[in-house]
T-cell receptor, first 113, second 113 residues
Framework: DAGVIQSPRHEVTEMGQEVTLRCKPI?????LFWYRQTMMRGLELLIY????????DSGMPEDRFSAKMPNASFSTLKIQPSEPRDSAVYFC???????????FGPGTRLTVL | DQQVKQNSPSLSVQEGRISILNCDYT??????FLWYKKYPAEGPTFLIS?????DKNEDGRFTVFLNKSAKHLSLHIVPSQPGDSAVYFC????????????FGKGTSLLVTP
C-alpha cells in the first residue's frame, strides 16, 4: 500500500482565496482524521470521520473550515476564505478500527500571504 | 485545554546513552497511550504503544512505562543513536474521546555523536 496520500504537499496562496487540501486514506481504514500542526499549539485534531461520517468537528476553528468525505477513498479539507493565521502543516491520518495506530500522510504545508 | 502534556520541548543526549522522554496526562478515562516519532517534512510515524492494563511495554531499544496513579508515562530509548534525533509526540485516547488521539506538543530529541 502507498500509505496515506496528501496533495498538494505545499500550497502558497493569498489571503481571501479558497484552499482545498486532499487526502486519500489507506484502503480498508475506517477512521480518517484531519490535524493541524503549528508551533504554538502542536498537533490539533480538527475533525474525524468514521465510515465516511463526521463524528467530531469540535476542533474546526471557524466556519471558514469545512471537511467532507464523499466516499471511503477520498476526503477534503477546505478553507474559504483563507487567512494568514491558517498557515500551518495540515496532516491527514487514517486508522483501522479503535485502539490501533494511526498512519499519517506527509502533510500539506500551507502558507497564506 | 491540553489533556496531554510534554513539558520538555527539547532534550539532548549523547550517543549510546539513555534518552528519557516524559509525558503527563489529565484525563483519567484515557486507557491507551502511544508514542510517535516525527522527522522534518514527514508525517508522524507510530513508534510504540501501551494499554492501561500494563505498566511496561518493550520493543527493541524502545520501552514505554506507564504510571496510572501519577498519570505519567515515559519513553526510554537505550542505547540512543543519532538516527533517533526527531520530535517525539505522546498521545492518549479512550472511549470518552471517541478514540481520537490527544497529542502532546512534542519533545525534540537530539542525539549527538
Amino acid at each position: 500500500d502507498a500509505g496515506v496520500i496528501q496533495s498538494p504537499r505545499h500550497e502558497v496562496t493569498e489571503m481571501g482565496q479558497e484552499v482545498t487540501l486532499r487526502c486519500k486514506p489507506i484502503s480498508g481504514h475506517d477512521y480518517l482524521f484531519w490535524y493541524r500542526q503549528t508551533m504554538m499549539r502542536g498537533l490539533e485534531l480538527l475533525i474525524y470521520f468514521n465510515n465516511n461520517v463526521p463524528i467530531d468537528d469540535s476542533g474546526m476553528p471557524e466556519d471558514r473550515f469545512s471537511a467532507k468525505m464523499p466516499n471511503a477513498s477520498f476526503s477534503t479539507l477546505k478553507i474559504q476564505p483563507s487567512e494568514p493565521r491558517d498557515s500551518a502543516v495540515y496532516f491527514c491520518a487514517t486508522q483501522a478500527g479503535t485502539y490501533n495506530e494511526q498512519f499519517f500522510g506527509p502533510g500539506t504545508r500551507l502558507t497564506v500571504l | 485545554d491540553q489533556q496531554v502534556k510534554q513539558n520538555s520541548p527539547s532534550l539532548s543526549v549523547q550517543e549510546g546513552r539513555i534518552s528519557i522522554l516524559n509525558c503527563d496526562y489529565t484525563n483519567s478515562m484515557f486507557d491507551y497511550f502511544l508514542w510517535y516519532k516525527k522527522y522534518p517534512a514527514e508525517g508522524p510515524t507510530f513508534l510504540i504503544s501501551i494499554s492501561s492494563i500494563k505498566d511496561k511495554n518493550e520493543d527493541g531499544r524502545f520501552t514505554v512505562f506507564l504510571n496510572k496513579s501519577a498519570k505519567h508515562l515515559s519513553l526510554h530509548i537505550v542505547p540512543s543513536q543519532p538516527g533517533d534525533s526527531a520530535v517525539y509526540f505522546c498521545a492518549a485516547t479512550g472511549v470518552d474521546s471517541g478514540y481520537a488521539l490527544n497529542f502532546g506538543k512534542g519533545t525534540s530529541l537530539l542525539v549527538t555523536p
